[in-house]
């Protein structure tokens, strides 16, 4: 389970939203429809997931329809605003959405189509687990409205996946991409470089077998330890090595290098994809601050600059929706400077980059500087975009605190 949700302040019972809230109907919108169940908790995860065993009180077979029921909530609070906008994109995450039947998937999806409605061409993600792909798994939810799926195969290497307690056959990969595409689907691959016992070698042979798939898209992100895991613990007690950041900077490197010769271009410091229209417009909503709402337990959404999270626990979000509340658990409105500093976090990272202009004033004049250490493009500069270099990428943070201390 991840850790504890932020502080902030109380959310409103009925889930109303402020009356003097400045929304802005042009601006897109998209749903995120949280999944929380997982067979086994893989060891680097502080997602906000549950095994079978921690459930207590929730039943996976009830969730569609408890989820269904946030949705019925959402269409109502969003009506009551003036703020009832189709959906742009629709993001299946988890956990492991694809553990529920394809049919719950397609119904919950449908609940969200007569709520909401999809512009025209939207894009729909599942993420997967590649055991759990079938060709019939695809079919369905492609014959509900799905388009893309990402596919968590994170790496290629047996003794790799063991160290992150991923439990799927690395084969399954291979069958779970060709029933996504006979379904008609793109496909996203995810990877995940930097864990303990990888070497540059195995990292290499993951990208090879990526690329192999001759997927859409690929991510590739580099593993975090986060407090509360597993394997924070076993770092803790010398069980397995930290992670080294100057082979992560080397695998992140080889990435570039390989993706792009292989037709793939970044779009985002982790993601890459061979196409403009193949990137993932759903976390390009996230990253240039649109609106959207966050359904399941735990999940975060945004409008017009309110934030809100739910509570965590499968039981609870059951429990308040069943007594026809909220599922809230808190809210809060960023003030200026917190927004600005976000956009610029945020901004940074995609290769559009954040406008000069947008920088606080102060700031603006240690953009050369950036330059020249190497980490913005020049070029980009001179039309008024700070866009990150392959070394400024490899030390965005760096960037982010000197455009914003």
Known sequence: MAGPLPLGDPAPADGRLPSDLAIDPAVPFSAYLHVPFCRVRCGYCDFNTYTSGELRGAKQEDYAST????????????????ALRPMDTVFFGGGTPTL??????A????????????????????EANPDTVTPAVARTLADAGVTRLSIGMQSAVPHVLAALDRTHRPENVTTAVAAAKDAGLAVSVDLI?????????????????ALALESDHISAYALIIEDGTKLARQIRRGEVPTPDDDLQADM?????????????????????????????RHNLAYWRGSDWWGFGPGAHSHVAGLRWWNV???AAYAQRLAAEESPAA?????????????????????????AVADLQPDKRARVAGLIADGLVDPAAAVRGRVQLTLRGRLLADAVVRELTD
């Open 67 to 82: 989820l269904i029921t946030e949705i019925d909530l959402a269409k109502r609070v969003l009506a009551d605003a003036g």
């Open 100 to 105: 529920l039947p394809a049919g719950d998937l």
């Open 107 to 126: 119904r919950m999806l449908g609940a969200a189509t007569d709520a909401f409605g999809l512009v025209a061409g939207a894009e729909v993600t599942v």
């Open 193 to 209: 470089y930097g864990a303990p016992g990888e070497s540059l070698g195995d990292w290499e042979a993951s990208l090879d077998a």
């Open 252 to 280: 992140y490197e080889l990435a570039d290098a390989r993706l792009a010769a292989a037709g793939f271009d970044w779009y985002e410091i982790s993601n890459w994809s061979r196409t403009v229209e193949q990137r993932s």
């Open 312 to 314: 965590k626990h499968p």
């Open 330 to 354: 808190g809210t809060e409105r960023p003030d200026a400077e917190s927004r600005t500093l976000e956009r610029v976090l945020l901004l940074s990272r995609i290769r559009e980059g954040i």
